[in-house]
């Protein structure tokens, strides 16, 4: 299954999983939007943080989501690919295979 498919299986399942808890989900989207903000750190320094998490917590739909982000924000493959190399650095080999899914969904978003 393509990277594309699983990034939309995936917001499938949260839309079904929202319409089920539509308080937690409203209370989890509220967090969210108060880090998506330009502070101390812009919103694209934060999603690299974020996606530094995913990868060392090895959440694959996290690194989806986190990775579509910084697309959107305009990261660079060399951006990431620094991210990623701090997250090997830090994470050791299971950051390494999930460093590797990381840029195999930059470059499939982003073809």
Known sequence: MS???KLNDTKTQL???NGLIPDTSAAFAALGKTVKTDTALT???KEYVALGIAV???CEPCIMFHVEALIRLGATRDEIGEVLATCIQMGGGPSLMYAG???EVYD???S
Do not use: D, G, I, Y
């Open 3 to 5: 990277w594309k498919a």
């Open 15 to 17: 839309k079904s999983l």
């Open 43 to 45: 919103f694209k320094e």
């Open 56 to 58: 060392a917590t090895r």
């Open 101 to 103: 899914k990381a840029l």
């Open 108 to 110: 499939e978003l982003t």
